[in-house]
């Protein structure tokens, strides 16, 4: 089945500090991959859409300067938090569809906690 | 738009019970059906899917079925276990990619 690795798994960074997370598909070529935030007992938030050599889709009210996506292939997505604050603190969690997807819907990372003190 | 909803939580059941969590859902073609389950701290897990009316998946002893004329798919399981204690979503999806989830389900089955 498809498999996508989400690293890191829990990330602590000070306020104002960048930090990357990184999204792969381990044995598909991921079209396309999906970044969700997720706050303690909600629904899944999603952020962007990106696809592979594209600029991401930036769901309304997320800030693409502080949440920079790239999917520079089609087995890698990062994220990256620019200048994180206390408030960027959650679950973030990616997923991808590539071929075949109608068999799995969208392949979930295991997620990363972020952190910031 | 698109949309589905799910009964609130949270549930609390005790081991051995009957399970349903319910899941209706709006949309205006057929759209794949499917039910996610996410375990503390970890990401969100595929249980089982549907594609189409009167599809039934099943997986480790859950099972939905499709039912277009109540556009539901309810989640049950005749026994639970206190493994089974989790959040579960339901989502539906069309092949633009665009995969809408409901609130969550949080189950706790207690031994």
């Known amino acids: 089945g498809a498999v996508v690795s989400q690293h890191p798994s829990r990330v602590i960074c000070k306020s104002g500090t960048s930090v990357k997370i990184e999204c792969r598909s381990l044995?598909?070529?991921?079209?396309?991959m999906f970044w969700y935030r997720q706050f303690p007992k909600q629904s899944l938030m999603l952020m962007a859409t990106?696809?592979?050599?594209?600029?991401?889709?930036?769901e309304q009210g997320v800030e693409k300067d502080k949440f920079l996506i790239n999917h520079a292939s089609l087995t890698l997505s990062t994220l990256t938090v620019t200048s994180a604050h206390p408030e960027d603190s959650s679950f973030y969690i990616c997923?991808?569809?590539?071929?075949?997807?109608?068999?799995?819907?969208?392949?979930f990372g295991s997620g990363t906690r972020l952190t910031v003190v | 738009g698109d949309s589905v909803t799910q009964m609130e939580g949270p549930v609390t059941l005790s081991e051995e019970a009957f399970l349903t969590i319910n899941c209706t859902y709006t949309?205006?073609?057929?759209?794949?059906l499917f039910w996610y389950v996410q375990y503390p701290g970890e990401g969100l897990q595929l249980l089982l899917k549907?594609?189409?009316?009167?599809d039934k998946g099943s997986n480790k002893g859950f099972e939905a079925t499709y039912r277009k004329e109540t556009t539901s798919f309810h989640l049950e399981k005749g026994s639970v276990q206190v493994s089974d204690s989790a959040v579960y979503f339901c989502?539906?999806?069309?092949?633009?990619?665009?995969?809408?989830f409901g609130a969550g389900t949080r189950l706790t089955v207690k031994p």
């Open positions: 997923s991808a569809i590539g071929q075949g997807a109608l068999n799995y819907g969208y392949t």
């Open positions: 044995d598909f070529q991921a079209t396309t």
């Open positions: 990106s696809n592979e050599g594209s600029k991401a889709t930036y």
């Open positions: 949309a205006t073609g057929y759209p794949s």
């Open positions: 549907a594609t189409k009316a009167d």
């Open positions: 989502a539906l999806w069309y092949n633009n990619n665009d995969m809408r």
